[in-house]
């Protein structure tokens, strides 16, 4: 494997981008992305 302390920044940022951009099946085929952002809006009276 690679040491993380390896792996540059924007590689990992792309790396997340990208995980967290994709559709899943448990979350009824929505992104974690917009799961997390409609909690927030919960959250805050949005």
């Known amino acids: ?15 997340t981008d990208w995980c967290n951009a994709l559709p899943r099946k448990i979350l009824n085929y929505r992104t974690p992305q917009e799961v997390f952002i409609e ?5 805050l009276g949005s």
């Open 1 to 15: 494997g690679t040491a993380i302390r390896d792996v540059s920044e924007v590689t990992l940022r792309r790396a």
């Open 39 to 43: 909690e927030v809006n919960k959250v």
